[in-house]
């Protein structure tokens, strides 16, 4: 069996996957707070757990993978959401559910197995209040519940930062209900005009940590495998659910290995909802660019380093894809090759999966391209938003496949004579057709642009 190796944020060190129930994965990702449309940013974690989900399923088994993905469904953003605009929170909340799987969906990402809504955990987020402050790690106090951070020594662990640090640092609320300014708000009370339930502590809701601490447990158990997430949650959500559950569940590991996505920027800063330098993924659909050259763009960077989206990047990606999926039409996948399912395995080394996928191109075996474009979720047949890209019809990109054997001859003839003239007049001629023509060491790749005109081509054949 193939041995996936991941970087864990916790270790700060890549770890082989030992799954601590053989033949059994699993994996938590903390997922949106619906009150939004999601921006480019939010579906950056969801193409990269997605990938890993699919290599997961590829390796294990689909039966042995359990994929968690929660809704955050009640939050003062939503709160403030609901009184700027006099609608109801339900209808914010249900309306932005659906929006999410639309869009994610139009990316190419499977639905995960199992997308809990906090504000059908409720009790079992109380319960485990209660277990915290049974164990000494949390107080009430005027009517919130308080996780008591110094009754946890290992706080701080994951991100690096110890107690004062953080209080050095952080922009902490300094309420006079807080014994320590950085415990933070398991519960907290309602107005009757705000969303709440009845609790020991009087009518309040959840904070946001232990919302997660309370969904992974009840679906994956006290100690789970994966838990991922973008790493601006790593501070303090992250180090928040440890504390959590933790300090509920003692002697559970919570979860082995943790992941974290870097940021999508825009202009070298995070692209958030809160700075308002965003635009949203449906946005880019309705512009007309296929949800499967977002993915392919996420894809194309490792998910450990930051990236900015461009149209450059987009135009490529396209015109890759669009050349790909004439090439693949009407074929039977075939297998993906082990040297590159290592590569995906080696903490998603999708970059290099790409590039061998060019290399497959090159070499005309369409029947493994499709099988590993399908394994990382491209090529399939219900990625939508190509229907208004006219692709090259197969006699034209018979035309090409031909040219670009003819070019990469020809290049190789001129490396031992160095008469590049050949070279250069099918370059010249390929360019006046609208071809870009792109020539490395892997070989040559011709991509046809906007002002393609496949006429042109007819006088080399
Ligand atoms: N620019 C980004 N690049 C990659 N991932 C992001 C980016 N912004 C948010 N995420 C991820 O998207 C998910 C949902 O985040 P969230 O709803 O907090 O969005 P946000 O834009 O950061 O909102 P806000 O600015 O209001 O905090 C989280 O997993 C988060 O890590
Ligand atoms: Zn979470």
């Known amino acids: 069996m193939t041995e996936i190796r991941l970087w864990n944020t916790a270790s700060k060190r890549k770890e082989p996957l030992i799954p601590m129930r053989p033949g059994a994965v699993s994996m938590y990702v903390c997922g949106p707070t619906v009150y939004d449309r999601a921006h480019l940013g939010n579906a950056r974690p969801v193409v990269v757990f997605d990938t890993l989900n699919r290599l997961l399923r590829h390796v294990y088994g689909a039966d042995a993978v359990t994929y968690v993905r929660n809704f955050t469904d009640v939050d003062d953003k939503i709160i403030a959401r609901a009184e700027e605009t006099g609608r109801d929170i339900a209808q914010i909340t249900g309306e932005t559910t659906q929006w999410y799987l639309d869009d994610m969906a139009a990316i190419g990402a499977l639905e995960p197995d ?145 992941m974290h996505n870097e940021m999508l920027l825009v202009e070298g800063k995070k692209m958030s909802k809160s700075l308002g330098n965003f635009f949203t993924v449906r946005e880019l659909l309705d512009q007309g660019v296929p949800g499967e050259v977002i993915r392919f763009v996420f894809l194309s960077t490792h998910y450990r380093k930051p990236m900015d989206w461009t149209e450059e990047r987009a135009n490529t990606a396209r015109r890759t894809l669009q050349k790909w999926r004439e090439q693949t039409r009407d074929v039977t996948p075939g297998d993906v090759p082990d040297h590159m399912l290592q590569l995906l395995a080696d903490d998603l080394n999708v970059s290099g999966y790409i590039a061998e996928m060019h290399q497959l191109a090159h070499a005309h075996d369409q029947s493994t391209l499709l099988a590993a474009g399908q394994l990382v979720g491209l090529l399939g047949e219900n990625l939508s938003g190509w229907e208004i890209v006219s692709p090259a019809d197969g006699a034209t990109l018979s035309i090409l496949d031909d040219l670009q054997r003819r070019l990469a001859e020809a290049r190789d003839a001129a490396m031992q004579s160095k008469d590049f003239s050949q070279v250069d007049h099918l370059k010249t001629a390929l360019l006046a057709a609208g071809v870009e023509v792109r020539m490395s060491k892997q070989g040559v790749d011709l991509v046809p642009g906007a002002g393609f005109e496949p006429a042109q081509l007819e006088r080399l054949k």
């Open 114 to 258: 199992a997308m809990p809504r906090a504000t059908d955990y409720i009790p079992a987020m109380v319960a485990m209040i209660e277990t915290l402050i049974a164990g000494g790690h949390a107080y009430a106090a005027e009517g919130h519940v308080l996780f008591s951070v110094e009754s946890y020594t290992a706080y701080g662990r994951l991100s690096g930062r110890s107690v004062e640090d953080m209080i050095a640092g952080a922009r902490v609320e300094v309420a006079p209900y807080k014994r320590n300014p950085m415990d933070f708000v398991l519960w907290k009370p309602s107005t009757p005009d705000q969303p709440g339930w009845d609790s020991p502590w009087g009518r309040g809701r959840p904070g946001w940590h232990i919302e997660c601490s309370a969904m992974s447990r009840e679906l994956l158990g006290d100690s789970f495998d994966i838990h991922g997430g973008g790493n601006d949650l790593m501070f303090p959500h992250h180090e928040n659910e440890i504390a959590q559950s933790c300090c509920a569940n003692p002697g559970s590991d919570f979860a082995r290995i943790w």
